[in-house]
């Protein structure tokens, strides 16, 4: 753990209480100079702590830590578990892993430069969400693998609607929604033996945001947070549930059950669509000045390898419909 949490953590345990830098220094076996470093380095990152010369150091109000052996000690299969102040991207640190054979659980407090889909940002504000990735090595064939990402988007509904009460939705293929914000983004990468074309690394990373915060501008009307739940819930308790949920899917796979689950986890279909990819406006007979523009089609169904089925509503393809893989394609409700 590092100074930062030590202290922090130290802090959470005597809340609305000053503590001399003597005894934070006693207890933790640090010097002044690293306590003070260290608080001014949680109060950068927007931790709400007061500090006083002869009174020492307070926290103003209860902060969620992310905790190695909170999440190790409640995970119910075997897991290595690795938690950051900052990281660029938990995904990218998992890359790093060489030996997953044994599951890792990467989670950080901040992310610098949390990525989604399509070279997309994650925002990811110190503090305020769950940035977690998980790597392993598996052993399933490629039936299984092509359903990764479904199975993680169910897994966290369930994890959510376990600890909070909250009843997220899946918007294909990898968005969780609460109403008409989106609180959850995922994604899915491999790693492949060149010689033997197995896939020798599943990197699944996970962002959520849990707690209210400042959105960017352009986020602001688009994203949510787990808001109002039904109870309480720290992000320890949701790593852990997410992963177990995950692995006791993995272990026990089932395609036909996976599928059907999906689709009640589903907030689109029979809806109203917009499909957002050049290649398929081009095929749709769009001019290339158009090609940018949302397709208007309608989600009819998925399919069993996790594709979405579309009836196109305008252009050449006019009532026809068409199976969509995840790719370079981006969907919207209407």
């Given at each position: 753990?590092?100074?930062k949490?030590?202290?922090?953590?130290?802090?959470?345990?005597?809340?609305?209480?000053?503590?001399?830098?003597?005894?934070?220094?006693?207890?933790?076996?640090?010097?002044?100079?690293?306590?003070?470093k260290?608080?001014?380095?949680?109060?950068?990152?927007?931790?709400?702590?007061?500090?006083?010369?002869?009174?020492?150091?307070?926290?103003?109000?209860?902060?969620d830590?992310?905790?190695?052996?909170?999440?190790k000690?409640?995970?119910?299969?075997?897991?290595?578990?690795?938690?950051?102040?900052?990281?660029?991207?938990?995904?990218?640190?998992?890359?790093e892993?060489?030996?997953?054979?044994?599951?890792?659980?990467?989670?950080?407090?901040?992310?610098?430069?949390?990525?989604?889909?399509?070279?997309?940002?994650?925002?990811?504000?110190?503090?305020?969400?769950?940035?977690?990735?998980?790597?392993?090595?598996?052993?399933?064939?490629?039936?299984?693998?092509?359903?990764?990402?479904?199975?993680?988007?169910?897994?966290?509904?369930?994890?959510?609607?376990?600890?909070?009460?909250?009843?997220?939705?899946?918007?294909?293929?990898?968005?969780?929604?609460?109403?008409?914000?989106?609180?959850?983004?995922?994604?899915?990468?491999?790693?492949?033996?060149?010689?033997?074309?197995?896939?020798?690394?599943?990197?699944?990373?996970?962002?959520?945001?849990?707690?209210?915060?400042?959105?960017?501008?352009?986020?602001?009307?688009?994203?949510?947070?787990?808001?109002?739940?039904?109870?309480?819930?720290?992000?320890?308790?949701?790593?852990v549930?997410?992963?177990?949920?995950?692995?006791?899917?993995?272990?026990?796979?089932?395609?036909?059950?996976?599928?059907?689950?999906?689709?009640?986890?589903?907030?689109?279909?029979?809806?109203?669509?917009?499909?957002?990819?050049?290649a398929?406006?081009?095929?749709?007979?769009?001019?290339?000045?158009?090609?940018?523009?949302?397709?208007?089609?309608?989600?009819?169904?998925?399919?069993?390898?996790?594709?979405?089925?579309?009836?196109?509503?305008?252009?050449?393809?006019?009532?026809?419909?068409?199976?969509?893989?995840?790719?370079?394609?981006?969907?919207?409700?209407?």
């Amino acid at each position: 753990m590092s100074t930062k949490s030590k202290l922090l953590a130290l802090l959470n345990e005597n809340l609305n209480t000053y503590i001399s830098g003597q005894e934070i220094g006693d207890k933790l076996g640090l010097s002044r100079n690293a306590i003070w470093k260290a608080a001014n380095a949680l109060k950068e990152q927007g931790y709400n702590i007061k500090s006083f010369p002869k009174k020492g150091y307070r926290l103003m109000e209860f902060t969620d830590i992310i905790s190695e052996d909170m999440i190790k000690s409640n995970a119910e299969f075997p897991c290595q578990v690795h938690v950051y102040d900052a990281v660029d991207s938990t995904n990218n640190m998992a890359k790093e892993i060489r030996d997953c054979t044994v599951p890792q659980i990467l989670v950080a407090e901040e992310q610098t430069s949390g990525r989604g889909r399509l070279g997309r940002t994650f925002f990811s504000p110190a503090g305020k969400g769950l940035y977690m990735t998980m790597a392993f090595k598996p052993d399933f064939g490629l039936d299984e693998a092509m359903l990764v990402t479904a199975t993680v988007a169910l897994s966290v509904c369930n994890a959510i609607q376990e600890v909070t009460g909250l009843n997220p939705k899946i918007k294909w293929v990898n968005d969780i929604y609460l109403g008409d914000k989106k609180i959850c983004g995922i994604l899915t990468e491999a790693e492949s033996s060149f010689e033997t074309g197995a896939i020798e690394k599943i990197i699944v990373g996970i962002g959520i945001n849990c707690f209210k915060g400042s959105f960017p501008k352009e986020l602001s009307e688009t994203a949510g947070y787990l808001e109002n739940p039904l109870k309480p819930f720290t992000r320890n308790d949701l790593a852990v549930a997410i992963f177990n949920n995950f692995f006791e899917r993995i272990n026990n796979f089932n395609k036909v059950l996976t599928i059907r689950e999906y689709k009640a986890k589903s907030f689109i279909l029979g809806e109203p669509i917009l499909i957002f990819n050049p290649a398929i406006a081009r095929a749709l007979g769009r001019t290339e000045d158009r090609l940018k523009e949302g397709i208007r089609a309608r989600a009819i169904d998925i399919d069993e390898n996790g594709g979405l089925v579309v009836e196109y509503m305008e252009g050449i393809k006019m009532r026809t419909m068409e199976t969509l893989t995840t790719g370079e394609i981006t969907i919207r409700k209407v």
